[in-house]
């Protein structure tokens, strides 16, 4: 019912930086949340950042300073904007999203992820 598409991984050095994003679409009528998570091999799923319909912010404490979430409403989709990025940074990036659909239930979903490398 929803379908979410992420962009913007890659290769790059350690101090550069990338922004992700991620476009959902489908049966929506409003967002109640968007985020982005990430998953390094052989460490636990971690969330980074979340933003709220109502513009509130949550963020690991691991990219405070360097990654700022942001979204365009008009076209529901949640950006995450990289900085100073580290090798640990490393990881596969997911996109998490709650949305209040057409049929007046809640859709949660999780994208297929976008892979950043970040080399030393």
């Known amino acids: 019912q929803v379908q979410l598409v992420e962009s913007g991984g890659g290769l790059v050095q350690a101090g550069g930086s990338l922004r992700l994003s991620c476009a959902a679409s489908?049966?929506?009528?409003?967002?109640?949340?968007m985020g982005w998570y990430r998953q390094a091999p052989g460490k636990q799923r971690e969330l980074v950042a979340t933003?709220?319909?109502?513009?509130?912010?949550n963020y690991a404490d691991s990219v405070k300073g360097r990654f700022t979430i942001s979204r365009d409403n008009a076209k529901n989709t949640v950006y995450l904007q990289m900085h100073s990025l580290k090798p640990e940074d490393t990881a596969v990036y997911l996109c998490?999203?709650?949305?209040?659909?057409?049929?007046?239930?809640?859709?949660w979903g999780l994208g297929q992820g976008t892979q950043v490398t970040v080399s030393s």
């Open positions: 933003m709220t319909s109502g513009g509130n912010t």
């Open positions: 998490d999203a709650e949305f209040n659909i057409v049929d007046g239930s809640t859709w």
């Open positions: 489908g049966k929506i009528v409003s967002m109640i949340a």
